[in-house]
């Protein structure tokens, strides 16, 4: 598991990038075929990575399958448009989320937070960030919201992926979604339906002041 997760953090891979075959990785990562799969299962379990069989692994979390044609969808969106869904959908996904999460999903949720305090890159930042805001919408226990939001994050990483990045290698120490996830998660710990929606308006409405800024 530790050299599987060390390989996704070093190699240079983005998100929707297929791993190598099981063969090459077990190679690679010096362990037997049986732990290669057990440690794909459990990052698979956390929304890491898919499977699809015949076709391969790959990172991120499984892209929703409830529309034809996500790609169609891609091509006639826009960053302002994707923000403007984020803003409807993501604060009532937090409000639902704090009044249905465990405490076993609040302390996962506290561990993406600190793993993403400790990326050394963007991409890991992004990896964590990602799987923070989709326990999330796991933690409302409805399987038609969580969809939902798999739909927004399929069509978000394909138009907005990776344009917040600037010209460093990983998020300043000050970076403004540390803070503002620390809102969000105490806010659904502390089973506050209403401020767990606000502070999820409020970050989000930064990430798309930011965000917004670099189309012009």
């Known amino acids: ?3 599987l997760r060390a390989l996704l953090a070093q190699a240079p891979l983005s998100v929707d990038s297929r791993l190598p075959p099981e063969r090459d990785l077990c190679q690679q990562l010096g362990v037997s075929r049986g732990e290669l ?20 692994t790959f990172i991120g979390s499984r892209p929703t399958e409830s529309l034809a044609d996500l790609s169609v969808t891609t ?7 994707v923000m403007q869904t984020r803003l409807l959908i993501e604060p009532e996904i937090a ?10 999903d609040i302390a996962e949720m506290r561990t993406c937070m600190a793993r993403s ?13 990602n799987r923070l805001h989709r326990l999330i919408a796991e933690s409302t226990r409805n399987t038609l919201l969580l969809a939902m939001f798999d739909t927004l994050n ?3 990483r394909a138009v907005v992926w990776g344009r917040l990045r600037v010209n460093r290698t990983k998020p ?30 409020q970050h989000l409405q930064t990430v798309e002041r930011k965000l917004l800024n ?3």
């Open 1 to 3: 598991m530790t050299q």
């Open 37 to 56: 799969r057990k440690a794909l299962a459990t990052l698979e379990a956390e929304g890491q990575l898919w499977r699809h069989v015949g076709k391969g």
């Open 75 to 81: 091509s006639r969106t826009n960053p302002a448009e």
């Open 95 to 104: 409000r639902v989320a704090a009044l249905n999460a465990t405490a076993a």
């Open 117 to 129: 305090r400790s990326a050394a890159t963007w991409r890991q930042y992004e990896s964590w960030d």
């Open 154 to 156: 399929a069509v978000r």
């Open 172 to 201: 300043d120490p000050g970076h403004h979604s540390y803070a503002e996830h620390e809102e969000v998660v105490a806010a659904i710990a502390d089973r506050d339906m209403d401020r767990a929606a606000r502070m999820m308006r």
């Open 214 to 216: 670099q189309q012009q």
